[in-house]
C-alpha cells in the first residue's frame, strides 16, 4: 500500500487521543468550505490541549516548551460550519528532546478521514531557547510515550 494510501485508510482507532471541535462560521473561506489556515490551527490546539492535560505542561512557567520545526498536511475531503470536527493524536516518534506527532481530523458522524498531518516539535528550556542536553524533561516524555505507536504503521 502507497504512504498516501495508508494515510487515507486511517481510522480513530488508529490514535490515542481525540478531542472535539465544533467548526465556527468563521473557519469556512469563500470557497464553503474550512480554510486551510484552520488546519494548523486545530492541529497545534490538539497537541496543546494533550500537553498541558497529560504531559504537566503549563505554557507560561513550564521550564520547557514545544517549539514547532516543521509541519504539514494532506487533505483528502473538505470540512465546513456547522460540522463538528475530531481531531485524532498520536506520536510516531520521541527523540532526546523532539517529537513527531500524527494529527488526523473526521468528522463526526463520518468514518473517511478528511485530513492527516505531521507536526514536529523541539522542547527547549525556556530560560535559553535551546535544547537541554538532557532532553525533555520526564514527566513530558512519559506522557509522550503513551500516545506513542510502532513507527512501522507511520508513512509520516
Excluded at 9 to 28: K, M
Excluded at 30 to 55: A, G, P, R, W
Excluded at 57 to 77: E, K, T
Excluded at 86 to 110: D, K, M, P, Q, T
Amino acid at each position: 500500500m502507497s504512504d498516501i494510501n495508508r494515510l487515507k485508510s486511517r481510522t480513530r482507532a488508529d490514535y490515542r487521543y481525540i478531542l472535539e471541535y465544533r467548526t465556527r462560521w468563521s473557519d469556512n473561506d469563500m470557497y464553503d468550505h474550512m480554510n486551510n489556515s484552520i488546519y494548523n490551527f486545530l492541529y497545534d490546539s490538539v497537541i496543546n490541549t494533550y500537553l498541558m492535560e497529560h504531559c504537566g505542561l503549563h505554557p507560561p512557567s513550564s521550564p520547557q516548551y514545544g517549539m514547532v520545526v516543521h509541519s504539514h498536511n494532506d487533505y483528502f475531503a473538505s470540512i465546513s460550519f456547522p460540522a463538528c470536527a475530531e481531531l485524532a493524536l498520536r506520536v510516531n516518534r520521541i527523540g532526546n528532546s523532539s517529537v513527531a506527532y500524527e494529527i488526523a481530523l473526521f468528522e463526526r458522524g463520518h468514518e473517511p478521514v478528511r485530513s492527516v498531518g505531521e507536526f514536529v516539535q523541539v522542547f527547549v528550556d525556556r530560560d535559553t531557547g535551546r535544547p537541554s542536553p538532557k532532553g525533555m524533561n520526564p514527566e513530558l516524555r512519559r506522557g509522550l510515550e503513551n500516545l506513542l505507536v510502532d513507527s512501522r504503521t507511520s508513512k509520516l
